[in-house]
């Protein structure tokens, strides 16, 4: 079993490039790619700007994307080209949407609408989740100038799933934690399999309090009535205050998840785990990938680690040194409202409260 990186330029083979990486996150909703070749190389394969990429490692299709950028490095005696670019997704992050009342709450078939709307007929919408919730309302509104991706990133917070890229470059709905990642990361023992690790805990980042000001429009009237909702994370060592204003319909207990949610990533991202380990694999047996979004076992004696945390995000990585896959651990639930995870079963959830481990809780 080889750690073996193949790129496709218009369905023809780049061989020989000098080095490559390609990063997949959930929080970064598309995934990047970037490799270098020489000028010879650049020129055979007719390389451009918008030129189709399929990445396929281990014999396994991972990305498929389009050129973005291409960028001339010279230097006294060598000539390198590094091409870059992302998934067809990421127009989705830059692209302002056109201003629309939405009347569908079936999350589903109004990604299929915004996206048809805004001229993006290619980008497939796939679901791993067998029934999706209906989203609070009847009607949404976009802001003026926000961006599709905003848009509806906004709607799957209220459901509470996420959206992330798959290998086709197609949208995914999603939820935090999909799978668990066959093996685990150890750097205690004579089997440790990781080269270099740091962890970061920053609380600039995280608040105390959450307040959440929503519209809420009855049925038996076209009024509409401010609700908001505030929450206390108890474990916060900030007295920070975030506000946030919703401008959808929404209801009071919605509103409270998408809350929950805030509150969530905002502790989530005050704690961080990065760590390489050498390869591609979770381990050998397997022929598994390292995945974003999988969670997994991870022991660390000097940081008092000894439980589960959620992959974030991964970047896969090969020069003339080898190959290697570099890993962005969060905790378990920073992506989701995970104590009250309508896509867990309660045994499960209970089980994932008691295990799930805590960055920060050494440091707090």
């Not at 990445?55 to 994307?65: K, Q, R």
């Amino acid at each position: 079993m080889k750690n073996k990186v193949l790129i496709f330029c218009n369905g023809l083979l780049i061989e020989n490039f000098i080095d490559f990486s390609l990063d997949k996150s959930i929080e970064n909703f598309c995934n990047s790619f970037s490799f270098t070749i020489t000028q010879q190389m650049l020129n055979d394969k007719s390389i451009k700007q918008g030129s189709k990429i399929k990445i396929e490692i281990a014999d396994e299709l991972v990305f498929t994307g389009n050129v973005g950028l291409i960028q001339n490095n010279q230097e006294l005696n060598s000539h390198s080209i590094t091409v870059s670019g992302r998934d067809k997704t990421g127009e989705l992050i830059n692209s302002s949407i056109l201003p629309k009342q939405y009347k569908q709450n079936d999350f589903k078939k109004l990604l299929r609408i915004i996206l048809d709307d805004n001229g993006y007929s290619n980008i497939k919408i796939n679901s791993d989740i067998a029934i999706l919730p209906k989203l609070p309302g009847k009607s949404f509104v976009c802001d003026k100038q926000q961006k599709i991706f905003d848009f509806i990133d906004d709607l799957a917070r209220m459901i509470r799933v996420i959206l992330i890229t798959d290998e086709n470059g197609d949208i995914l709905i999603t939820r935090e934690g999909a799978d668990l990642a066959v093996g685990s990361l150890d750097l205690t023992s004579s089997s440790a399999n990781i080269m270099s690790s740091g962890l970061s805990v920053d609380n600039n980042d995280t608040y105390k309090f959450i307040q959440l000001i929503g519209s809420l429009k009855t049925n038996s009237s076209k009024k509409r009535f401010n609700q908001k909702v505030e929450f206390t994370d108890t474990k916060a060592t900030t007295n920070k205050r975030l506000i946030v204003n919703i401008d959808m319909n929404t209801n009071k207990q919605n509103l409270s998840s998408i809350a929950n949610w805030y509150m969530a990533v905002k502790r989530g991202k005050g704690a961080s785990y990065s760590c390489s380990v050498q390869g591609f694999y979770t381990n050998v047996s397997s022929g598994l990938l390292w995945q974003a979004n999988t969670i997994l076992s991870l022991k660390d004696e000097a940081n008092e680690l000894n439980s589960f945390f959620l992959i974030q995000g991964v970047s896969y990585k090969q020069d003339n040194s080898g190959s290697k896959t570099e890993l962005s651990i969060c905790n378990i639930g920073s992506f989701t409202e995970f104590d009250n995870n309508p896509f867990l079963s309660t045994s499960v959830s209970k089980l994932f409260s008691l295990f799930a481990g805590d960055l920060t809780e050494k440091y707090r």
